[in-house]
């Protein structure tokens, strides 16, 4: 009997040594978590997301701050889920944030690597554009002076049909009076003896 009493006071005694261990070991995990929250708070990327939830890990660890006995093993517990929950809240929308800025940035990239392809392609066509106004310019006057060329040939034929005509109606006039001329020197030569007579 006396043994059981001792070690009963001895267990007392002992708890009453282990409490204040861990009641200190419980406000270092409480003071731990709340510099958890004072991080989101610090935090620029974070600190403007998971409000509520914030609000309930601050909620939490008040509470633990004023749980005694048995109650501050679970207020501690609820404390921690609070805290990660408010982290990941706040990681995960500072994420989500940062996944929209950057889609919305791949987008402008997009629509502004597009607008560059279409300037580009209206340069490529303006210049295909000029290229063909040019080859076609170069065509016509290829043309034009293809058909004076052949203008001129036919003015040169025709000129020299001309002068060949002139030279053949000048050798025919010619002829002719050549054949006139004879035909009378016959005729005073025929009435030259009769005269004579």
């Not at 709340?34 to 935090?43: G, K, S, T």
């Not at 290829?142 to 036919?154: H, N, S």
Request: glycine content about 2%; cysteine-free.
């Amino acid at each position: 009997m006396k043994t059981a009493i001792l070690r009963l006071s001895l267990a007392i005694a002992m708890s009453s040594l282990l409490l204040p261990a861990a009641r200190a070991a419980e406000d270092a995990e409480r003071a731990r978590l709340a510099q958890r929250l004072v991080a989101i708070e610090a935090d620029p990327a974070r600190n403007g997301f998971a409000a509520y939830e914030r609000l309930q890990a601050q909620q939490a660890l008040a509470a633990l701050a004023s749980a005694r006995g048995k109650q501050r093993a679970d207020a501690l517990q609820i404390a921690q889920w609070r805290v990660e929950t408010a982290e990941l809240a706040a990681s995960t929308e500072a994420a989500r944030r940062e996944i929209d800025r950057l889609d919305r940035e791949r987008s402008e990239l997009l629509v502004e690597a597009s607008r560059q392809e279409a300037a580009r392609a209206r340069q490529e066509a303006e210049r295909l554009r000029i290229q063909a106004q040019i080859q076609a310019e170069e065509a016509a006057r290829l043309r034009q002076a293809a058909e004076q060329e052949a203008l001129a040939r036919q003015e040169a034929e025709i000129v020299l049909d001309d002068v060949a005509g002139d030279q053949a109606a000048k050798l025919r006039a010619a002829r002719q009076r050549e054949a006139e001329l004879a035909r009378r020197e016959a005729e005073l030569l025929k009435g030259a003896p009769a005269d004579e007579d």
